[in-house]
């Protein structure tokens, strides 16, 4: 029982200081990981946008009600991201003719160069793990965090 609790204690400083290292990392000292995953989130709704006929109507980009559901964040925290997004020129609001309350949040030509930098020195980041641990390991890895995704998923929802 001590040496489970002893595992278990490792663990967990292994996944807070993978945590803490990773959450520092900016991509290419111009995106913090926050808001590359919000800009990525953006792009890719807006490229599933520009290839769905059904929902032409709307603007390419996202609700900021959808990307307050994706990061499971409030309204106003989302709005204060996108805030300090567009004023950096990454993004821009698009409101709609129909409806003039609905906003969509799309990525400015800034924020598409921006985050396709920030994307290459990902991959490039991401290239080098996968040398140094091998394919081997790498696929051991993969295997590892979809389990531990799973039993973390399966005992939250036995919490609610």
């Known amino acids: 029982m001590d040496q489970e609790r002893s595992q278990g204690k490792r663990l967990i400083e292994a996944m807070a200081k993978i ?14 990981q926050r808001e590359f995953y919000v800009m ?5 709704r807006m490229q599933c946008n520009n290839s769905d006929e059904q929902e032409q109507l709307a603007p390419p980009g996202i609700k900021v009600s959808e990307l307050s559901e994706i990061l ?3 309204m106003p925290s989302v709005s204060q991201m996108i805030n300090g997004l567009e004023q950096k020129g990454y993004v821009k609001r698009i409101t ?10 799309t990525l400015d ?3 598409e160069a921006a985050l396709k930098k920030a994307k290459k020195t990902f991959l490039s980041f991401t290239d080098e793990i996968v040398t140094r641990l ?3 390991e790498t696929e051991q890895l993969i295997t590892l965090c ?9 005992i939250k929802s036995r919490q609610s």
């Open 19 to 32: 945590k803490r290292v990773s959450s520092k990392h900016k991509f290419d000292d111009l995106l913090p």
């Open 40 to 44: 990525e989130i953006i792009n890719s």
């Open 72 to 74: 499971h964040i409030t």
């Open 96 to 105: 709609t003719k129909n409806d003039r309350r609905v906003v969509y949040i």
């Open 109 to 111: 030509v800034e924020g």
């Open 134 to 136: 091998g394919h081997e």
């Open 146 to 154: 979809t389990r531990l995704y799973e039993i973390i998923g399966d």
